[in-house]
């Protein structure tokens, strides 16, 4: 039993599709479990839905009519025949998001957001499965709410795993002995029965959970790159492809903002010992990536970018040491407002701390620290982080910066900072 999970990315057109199909007969002698996420970026789409439905904007159903219009254009190239049974069912699987925006936003917004985003990936999968039919291929279509389990935590599902496994064990099982299966990612439902979501990017940890609940032999991640590399191509030019990661590292690697993997997807994989393959949907026989438990250590510095970074550096008002109790109750002020710490340094007087710039969330989180510190900010900042790193890296990523902070483990560095401003 394998599994493979296509990401928007691979299906972000007809041609992705069409590609998917091919690299799927190629294997089709296997038991398979096909995990697929909403098409190209329509997942970004959804959330612009839902924000102009809960602000009872003008544009709302026009929206709705775009993520409808690409999906049909996309039917339009796959199938030919306008009175194929998809057609109708694509239009039928809108039916429930076009009633929910009829009615005013009552419900909680997190609720709302995972009812109209999940159909993404709804949709999509429909259309493969259609599509991998249409090619002769034994496929059916399964409902991932039926097998994914979770609490009410909308937005970021929290596992029941006790009830995944056993509903996956019951129910795709024997289906998988029958048919190779396509279900999706990213989603799941309460234990009454409502869609959640598992947080942006979360198909890669569905496809792990689905892949540890199975004891699966490998789960194969097709992506639109040669596999893990020691940097993202889309910042860096000189990239290398990592031919093999330990679980370890791999984890180290999506913790610190590799996006190529959803930091979540390690754990379950080593858990069980099941091979992580990342592939390239763009030359599927090509080598990629193995992450195993094999103690490989990454063979060359790796760097893992982020940009808009806010650093906020706090004192206590009267200027004592920073103390137990101040971290203590800092690091609730963080939780309540859920701002996710990326680098942090502790001194006598000030403790400094790095994360991702959202406006909002930085001004409620500075009210309610001023309260008790006096909190200094800065915003528009990079955060560089090097895996295995040496003086050498660090001069190559600070050339024109101003390094504001940079914290340094025996493997690890971070470095806050930002473009030196250079006078003629
Ligand atoms: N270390 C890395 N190696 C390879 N790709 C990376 C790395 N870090 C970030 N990426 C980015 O991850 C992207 C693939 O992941 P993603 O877009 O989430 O795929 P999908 O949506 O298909 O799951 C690549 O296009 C690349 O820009
Ligand atoms: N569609 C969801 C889930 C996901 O993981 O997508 P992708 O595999 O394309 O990153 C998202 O964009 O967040």
């Known amino acids: 039993m394998e599994v493979y999970k296509f990401g928007g990315a691979s299906v972000k057109d007809a041609p992705g599709v069409i590609n998917l199909a091919a690299i799927v007969a190629s294997q089709e002698q296997k038991e398979l479990l096909i995990v697929v996420s909403a098409m190209g970026k329509i997942t970004n789409k959804l959330e612009e839905l839902t924000h102009a439905y809960l602000e009872q904007q003008d544009n709302t159903n026009q929206l709705l009519e775009e993520v409808k219009a690409f999906h049909f ?11 194929d049974q998809v057609y109708n069912d694509i239009a039928n699987s809108f039916v429930e998001v076009e009633w929910l925006l009829e009615e005013e936003p009552n419900d909680a917004p997190d609720y709302i957001y995972d009812q109209i985003v999940s159909i ?3 949709v999509s999968t429909k259309i493969v499965a259609a599509y991998l039919k249409k090619t002769g291929c034994n496929v059916t279509w399964a409902d991932a709410r039926n097998f994914i389990h979770t609490d009410n935590t909308y937005r970021e599902g929290r596992v029941n795993w006790e009830k995944t496994e056993q509903e996956i064990f019951r129910k795709l099982v024997p289906l998988l ?14 234990s009454e029965n409502f869609t959640t979501t598992l947080g942006r990017d979360g198909s890669d940890y569905s496809a792990a959970i689905f892949s540890a609940c199975l004891n699966a032999s490998s789960l194969t991640i097709w992506k639109d790159v040669p596999g893990v590399l020691n940097a993202d191509p889309k910042w860096f030019d000189e990239t290398e492809r990592i031919p093999r990661l330990s679980y370890h590292d791999a984890i180290e690697l999506a913790y610190y903002g590799a996006t190529i993997i959803h930091p979540k997807t390690i754990k379950p994989l080593q858990n069980k010992n099941i091979p992580l393959y990342v592939r390239s949907f763009l030359d599927p026989v090509a080598e990629g990536t193995d992450i195993t438990s094999a103690d490989n250590h990454l063979p060359v510095p790796s760097f893992i970018f982020k940009v808009n970074q806010a650093l906020i550096s706090i004192f206590p ?26 680098t942090m340094l502790n001194s006598a007087i000030s403790f400094s701390v790095s994360f991702d710039h959202d406006p909002a969330k930085l001004a409620a989180l500075i009210a309610d620290l001023s309260v008790h510190y006096k909190v200094k900010y800065n915003t528009g900042l990079e955060l560089v982080t090097i895996r295995y790193y040496n003086q050498q890296t660090i001069d190559r990523v600070t050339v024109n910066k101003n390094i504001i902070l940079e914290v340094k483990s025996r493997t690890t560095c971070q470095i806050v900072m930002r473009d030196k401003i250079i006078t003629e």
Do not use: A, M
């Not at 254009?73 to 009175?83: E, R």
């Not at 002995?177 to 309460?190: A, R």
């Open 73 to 83: 254009n996309i039917l339009t190239d796959l199938f030919s025949d306008q009175n």
């Open 120 to 122: 993404g990936e709804i």
């Open 177 to 190: 002995e029958q048919t190779i299966v396509v279900t999706q990612g990213f989603i799941g439902s309460t």
């Open 317 to 342: 008002k009267d200027f004592s040491f920073i103390i137990e109790e101040n971290l203590s109750d800092i690091f609730s002020l963080f939780h309540k407002h859920k701002v996710k710490i990326n």
